[in-house]
């Protein structure tokens, strides 16, 4: 069992407010993820992380923001939740220098 | 580039019958390959992995792959599926030395009792 934690697992909320995503894990990774998932599809990487202090946008564009400011920390931000926001995030990590990511169990969020 | 597809959206079978989830990929270099599964509600978990040793990769839960590089292919197999198997299955291809992953658009496998 891998030990990277999401938190909220759930979260419904109203248009415009400023919400954050937390992932942690205790693995020591340096390279954390944020993917997209809409129902019944395939993940989009929307942040990555290559250590502390690093954050690069992924393949799909996303008004969200992230930090890295501690090894097992890695938020993810939105300012202002809007409907088109709602979806499933998952956070991974891995390694570096290794090739097996590692989930988090997810954030299913549902802005209305 | 490296990208993957998965030849099967959903796929149904019946309890105790066999089980092919089928998974194509393009790679420019010796990739690594992956199978995911993911239970309602819940994140994705490694079931097993390629990277260049055997060709035919064991898993857990009595799942398998055989990367075949002529067929550029990494099809997951179960001898005997169970119902607990049901849940979506992700194939996934990594390379270089970022070792950045491409994700298949996933496959549902429904096990009928």
């Known amino acids: 069992e891998a030990d990277i934690y999401q938190t909220p697992r759930y979260l419904v909320i109203g248009t415009g407010k400023k919400i954050t995503l937390e992932c942690s894990q205790t693995?020591?990774?340096?390279?954390m993820y944020w993917y997209q998932q809409d129902p019944g599809m395939e993940l989009h990487l929307i942040h990555y992380s290559y250590g502390v202090n690093s954050t690069e946008k992924g393949d799909l564009s996303s008004e969200s923001t992230v930090s890295r400011i501690r090894t097992e920390h890695f938020p993810l931000t939105l300012e202002s939740a809007r409907p088109s926001h709602t979806s499933q995030y998952l956070c991974a990590s891995r390694a570096l220098g290794g090739n097996t990511q590692y989930f988090g169990p997810g954030t299913r969020l549902t802005v209305l | 580039a490296q990208s993957v597809t998965q030849l099967d959206s959903h796929v149904s079978v019946s309890e105790g019958t066999p089980v092919l989830l089928r998974c194509n990929y393009s790679?420019?270099?010796?990739?690594?390959l992956f199978w995911y599964v993911q239970h309602p509600n819940k994140g994705l978990q490694l079931l097993l992995k390629?990277?260049?040793?055997?060709?035919l990769v064991k898993g857990i839960n009595g799942f398998e792959a055989e990367f075949k590089k002529s067929e550029t292919s990494f099809h997951l197999t179960k001898p005997s599926a169970h119902m607990s198997d049901a849940a979506e299955y992700f194939c996934v291809v990594s390379e270089g030395s970022n070792n950045d992953m491409r994700f298949g658009a996933g496959t549902r496998l429904t096990v009928k009792p």
């Open positions: 693995m020591g990774h340096d390279k």
């Open positions: 790679s420019s270099y010796s990739p690594s």
């Open positions: 390629y990277t260049s040793a055997a060709t």
